[in-house]
């Protein structure tokens, strides 16, 4: 029987496949989105709110496809009552690209604790969008959509992030 | 085309997201450029490395968190059918879900009472019309004590479930839990002096209360722990063992 369809109707050990199955991908998203310290709490109410809600699950797409976009619009949720302004990106870009002929690439070796870190100290909004689209996959059209933004606002945005982490990766180099 | 000229559509490039004709000129730029070059091969490299981050395992008892908070919520959608009468479960299950009850109830009312707004009690006339100390401390005082009390509660039934393992968990692993309870009690002395001696303090007060929360998470995992070994579930025991192995 499909694990929806077991978790539904609550045989036993079902939602713990479920939990076993996704937990770990979704406090990675979790972590990166919204820091360790928030991020067990965060992800027990994604799989709460995945219990309350299964029955609304369609089976249109996978239900990790369902648990996750559930997940991912719950950690946007915690980031804007923190409020955090997703949509209004005020940092100036500062990064200046050298002329032609000066240094070269600053970055040699990416540590994946290196980048993790370097991730924390992005604003929320541009983590929010770097995470989605270069972590986990997300289209830029799926961020527009999740974070009520313009496709191009996430563009724009993912380049800013790109541009601060490589400025915070080389100063470790 | 400069450097300015392009820097903005950089990520798009390495993406492969810009039309056909717009990549071209900026592959052109990019090749004759060393500097453009060198952003371009880091914003590949950072891309790379992001697409390689991989999941992050949880905390071994945040399972049991969920499961007794599930457990008071109610299961999914049943289908019309009764529950067999024969399904016995040890007592000492239920002990772990009712201390995993009396943990909600206690974070519950943890986050009403820090979420409200203190209050002045409406009567706060000391006894021979002497100055009171200040109502909103002392009421808060009573509140967190009645709050550690029923923190203490849960703790001490999952100690007893756990101290009547009669030998069923492995040293090694019953060593570790140890270890890990020795560590959060520390945590524990810690916060309580503290607070102590600044009763007002938030950061003593959130600290006491996370230490506890740690402590039942750990005991929680034991009990779970004992019930797979009970039950001759190796892989589910091991699973759980590791979780405890990571937490402290």
């Known amino acids: 029987m499909a694990l929806a369809a077991r978790c539904r109707q609550g045989a036993p050990g079902a939602f713990e496949e479920l939990y076993r199955t ?21 992800l ?42 997703l949509a209004q990106l005020t940092e100036s870009f500062d990064e200046t690209i050298e002329p032609d002929g000066r240094s070269p690439s600053p970055i040699v070796a990416i540590d994946r604790l290196d980048l993790d870190r370097a991730l924390a100290t992005l604003p929320p909004g541009s983590r929010a969008i770097f995470v989605l689209h270069d972590v986990e996959g997300f289209e830029h059209r799926e961020i527009a959509s999740l974070l009520g933004i313009a496709d191009g606002t996430s563009k724009s945005q993912l380049h800013k992030a790109r541009m601060k982490l490589r400025k915070a990766l080389a100063s470790r180099n | 085309m400069t450097c300015a000229d392009i820097r903005d559509e950089l990520s798009e490039f390495v993406d492969g997201t810009l039309p056909a004709d717009r990549a071209a000129a900026i592959e052109a730029h990019v090749t004759a450029c060393g500097s453009c070059t060198g952003v371009v091969q880091d914003l590949e490299r950072i891309r790379g490395a992001a697409r390689r981050l991989g999941p992050i395992d949880p905390p071994g008892h945040l399972w049991l968190e969920i499961a007794g908070r599930m457990q008071l919520e109610g299961a999914p959608r049943q289908p019309d059918r009764t529950t067999p009468a ?10 772990g879900l009712a201390a995993a ?8 009312y943890i986050a009403q009472r820090v979420s409200a707004p203190r209050q002045a009690p409406a009567s706060a006339v000391a006894v021979g019309g002497n100055a009171a100390a200040p109502p909103t401390v002392e009421t808060f005082q009573e509140e967190l004590q009645q709050a550690e009390m029923h923190y203490e509660k849960a703790i001490a039934a999952l100690e007893a479930i756990t101290k009547s393992s009669d030998g069923t968990m492995d040293p090694a692993v019953a060593a570790t839990v140890q270890k890990n309870l020795a560590t959060i009690d520390r945590a524990i002395a810690d916060s309580r002096a503290a607070l102590n001696a600044n009763p007002d303090s938030e950061a003593a007060r959130d600290s006491l209360f996370e230490a506890f929360r740690r402590k ?7 009990v779970a722990l004992m019930n797979e070994m009970r039950k001759g579930d190796q892989s589910g025991a091991a699973r759980i063992a590791a979780g405890l192995g990571r937490k402290s």
């Not at chain 1, 996704?22 to 965060?42: I, K, S």
């Not at chain 1, 799989?47 to 369609?58: G, N, P, V």
């Not at chain 2, 024969?86 to 002990?95: E, F, L, N, T, V």
Request: aromatic share 10%.
């Open chain 1, 44 to 85: 027990q109410e994604i799989f709460l709110t995945a219990h309350r809600k299964l029955d609304q699950y369609k089976g249109d797409a996978s239900l990790g496809t369902w648990l996750f976009r559930l997940g991912a619009n719950q950690c946007i949720d915690f980031l804007r009552s923190r409020g955090a302004r």
């Open chain 2, 101 to 108: 009850l009396v943990l909600v109830t206690v974070g519950v």
């Open chain 1, 22 to 42: 996704h937990a770990p991908r979704l406090f990675g998203l979790a972590c990166r989105m919204v820091g360790r310290a928030e991020a067990e709490d965060l």
């Open chain 2, 86 to 95: 024969s399904r016995r479960h040890p007592i000492w299950q239920w002990a």
């Open chain 2, 216 to 222: 039942v998470g750990v005991l929680q995992a034991t």
